[in-house]
């Protein structure tokens, strides 16, 4: 089976714009989810889709939002950019969500905000 | 709200010599608990779960509710090791959310 493939792979922008992000889950997986990664934060929970409703939402402020599509794949969007959304996205899916279901994860999209 | 704590930022330890990996955790409930791991360049995976019981690359873990702790240990380390950890929680409910930690690097003398 193909992994999780997430783009794109990098980007840049500047402040005050905004920011599409892909993800294609292992096919039959139905839950995706999405994280923020950082060096001094580690991983932290943006939100959970399955059969496209949000299932589960982080502590992250509203310009962050998501959406998955009926093949399941899903996208996040950043809107109005802030120099600390500088960070790699990192999409997990899994086919049951949640435990005691396995996260398959993609390589991520390092987003650089200037 | 669920947490999950990771004291040690970096931690570096001698070819051949015991590793451990704390976690500390805050739920009330009964949680499910997971180790992943990201090796250099590679994408972050599954290592090992709680339910499992499992022994993986030598590692294992042990859920302690009187503690709220599911350290990672491994008896003999090797440079193959070098990577960064992260213990996850789940409120052990199919559809809740996975959170982690902070993660530790763990770093391999030789």
């Known amino acids: 089976k193909a992994g999780v493939t997430q783009t794109p792979r990098y980007l840049i922008k500047t402040r005050g714009q905004q920011v599409t992000l892909s993800c294609s889950p292992i096919s039959g997986h139905r839950s995706v989810s999405w994280y923020q990664q950082t060096p001094g934060q580690g991983l932290q929970f943006l939100f959970e889709y399955f059969s496209e409703t949000q299932r589960n939402k982080g502590n992250f402020p509203g310009r962050f939002s998501g959406r998955q599509f009926s093949n399941s794949r899903s996208e996040m969007n950043v809107s109005t950019l802030e120099l600390g959304d500088s960070a790699l996205y990192l999409c997990?899916?899994?086919?049951?969500?949640?435990?005691?279901?396995?996260?398959?994860f993609g390589e991520g999209s390092r987003l650089t905000v200037l | 709200a669920q947490r999950v704590t990771q004291p040690e930022k970096l931690l570096s330890v001698f070819k051949g010599a015991p590793v451990e990996l704390k976690c500390n955790y805050s739920?009330?409930?009964?949680?499910?608990l997971f180790w992943y791991v990201q090796y250099s360049r590679q994408r972050l995976q599954l290592l090992l779960r709680?339910?499992s019981r499992e022994s993986i690359k030598g590692f294992t873990a042990d859920l302690n509710k009187g503690e709220t702790s599911f350290h990672l240990k491994k008896p003999f380390a090797q440079e193959e090791d070098s990577a960064m950890y992260y213990c996850?929680?789940?409120?052990?409910?199919?559809?809740?959310?996975?959170?982690f930690g902070k993660g530790t690097r763990l770093h391999i003398l030789p």
């Open positions: 996850a929680l789940s409120k052990g409910n199919r559809d809740d959310k996975i959170i």
């Open positions: 739920y009330s409930g009964s949680p499910e």
């Open positions: 709680h339910i």
């Open positions: 997990a899916s899994s086919f049951t969500g949640g435990a005691p279901g396995e996260l398959f």
